[in-house]
Every structure is written in C-alpha cells, then in structure tokens.
C-alpha cells in the first residue's frame, strides 16, 4: 500500500526561503554558463567546478561536524539521485548554448507537474481532476513555446523537457528516500559524481579523438579542453558557489517541506531566468512565447495548490 511522507519534523518556511535561495543562485549560474558556453568545453566546466567545490564541502562539513562521515547513509539511492541530477544537467547546459535562457527556463519549469504526477505515482498523493487539468493546460504552454509545427522550430528546446522529467524523479528521491541524509552530504555526492562522470567523459572523447568536422558545431560537447586564464578561475569559483548553494538549499528545501508545495516556489527560477536573460543576453520574448510561459506558470501553480 502506498503511504505519503508524514508531514511531522517538515518546516515550510525554511524551505520556501531554501528553494528560493536556491533558484536565484542556479539560476545566475545557468546564466553565466550561457555567457562562457562559446569558450568553454562542457567536462572541463563539470570537473574544474567541481574540483574547487569539493574540498570547500569537506572544510565545512568538518568544521560542522568533525567526525561526520562522507559516505551517505543509503548509498545507492543517493548514488542514483546524483547520477540523474548530473545527466540533468548535462542535458540541460547542452540546450543553453542553443536557445534562449528564458525559453530554456519555461521548458524545464514543467518539472512542478511531474512532481505532482511522479508523487501521485510513487508517494500516493492524489492529483485530482484539477490537477490532470494543470498537466494538459502546461503542456499546451511548452507547444506554444516549442512550436513544432513552425519554421523556426527549434528541437533543442526539447532538451529541458528531459532535463524537468529527471530532475522531478530526483527530487521525489530527496523526499522519500533521501529524506535523512545531510544535504552537505548530498552536495558532495553530487559534486564528486560530477567530477566522476567528467573525468571519463573526457576519457572517452580523448579515446575517439573527433575530427573538427565531427565535432561541427558540439564544440561545448566535444571540444576539447580551454586554457584557464584569471578570468575563466573568477568564473569557474563563481559557478562552484553558485552549485554548493543550489544543490545545498535544495537539498534542504524538498527534506524540510511537502514535494508540491516546495515545487510552486520554485517557479521563482523563470522570473530570476527572465531578468538575467534580459540583462545579460538582451533576449526579450515574443507574444506565443510569452503566453506559453504564462500558460505554463499558471499550470504549475494550479498543480502545487495545496
């Protein structure tokens, strides 16, 4: 039989402020990765964040606690939450460099309705005929955004699509099986997977050795790596705070409060998206894609209104 989380131990404001904290963090990292996404390759951005990001994990994790231990209570779940947040990411900073910020932003931004359908299939929360409703109303948003039947459709804004199913089931993860892990535990998991899956990726394009018209246009895929000069380790620690704070409050926000209601929060990432589209990228939506954002924010809402 399937039971919900008990709501006993949650604190919903602490983690209305976490997930907040966290968006508006990711989200001006996102950004940035959109800014560096001509200079960079996409492993080398994954390891040498990371790299910087692990060690500043242990420090605090020993300040907090000196005899805390790294490796997680349930190993496996952990392990497999951080594998699908990686992919995630991977899937979603291969779109960045291909559509706009704040497009990318309202496609990914359907991952409130598959928490909903995901915690009604594994979690045994009801959706309700309002809610099915949601789900119809949010996809009616990504087809006016996507456009497929248009000239100028674009298939890489399929991508955080895929990136909102995957990061959906990991935060269910978070919620139901993760719940007792310390999110400091659960960011240095992530990181050192990040660092894991970089490193043979790496690997494996040094193996194949692509020729430059292989390569084409993936250069931020299979390029190969860049010179890092003082401005690229300013960006590179940039990016590793802006990862510990997401993937930290995060952590934080979906153990301390119900999956639905952190999710409505979470929606703050498409205004942070606009604005830094707006401001970095001069990128200013059309009407259909506006009314597709605002179709979509309005089916996430109705999907988390509890």
Known sequence: MKQGIPAEGDNVRLAVFSVIFAVFALSLGDALIKLISTGFQLWQLFVMRSVITVPVLITIIKLREPDAS????????????????????????????????????????????????????????KVGALGWFAM?????????????????????????????????????????????????VLSFALN??????????????????????QVGANTFLLGEWTAMGSWEWIAMVLLATSIIIGSVFAAIAYQSGPSSTVA???????????????LFFGEVPDAITAAGIVLIAAAGLIAVRK
Not at 79 to 94: E, F, N, Q
Not at 140 to 165: K, T, W
Not at 264 to 278: E, I, N, P, Q, R
């Open 70 to 125: 790294f490796i997680p209570l349930h190993f496996g779940w952990t392990l497999l939450r951080s594998l699908m947040l990686t992919l995630m990411w991977v899937i979603y900073y291969a779109a960045l460099p291909k559509v706009e910020l704040s497009v990318a932003a309202a496609v990914y931004y359907t991952l409130p309705l598959f928490i909903t359908l995901f915690a009604a299939i594994f979690v045994g929360e």
């Open 264 to 278: 409505a929060f979470d929606f703050s990432y498409l205004a942070f998206a606009a604005l830094w589209g707006l």
């Open 192 to 213: 050192v997977t990040f660092i894991g899956v970089g490193s043979i990726a790496t690997l494996l394009i040094a193996l194949w050795s692509p020729t430059e018209s």
């Open 136 to 184: 119809a109303l949010g996809f009616g948003g990504v087809l006016l955004i996507l456009r497929p039947q248009a000239e100028d459709f674009n298939a890489h804004a399929l991508l955080p699509l895929v990136s909102a199913i995957l990061f959906a089931f990991s935060m269910i993860l978070t919620r139901t099986k993760c719940r007792g892990e310390s999110p400091l």
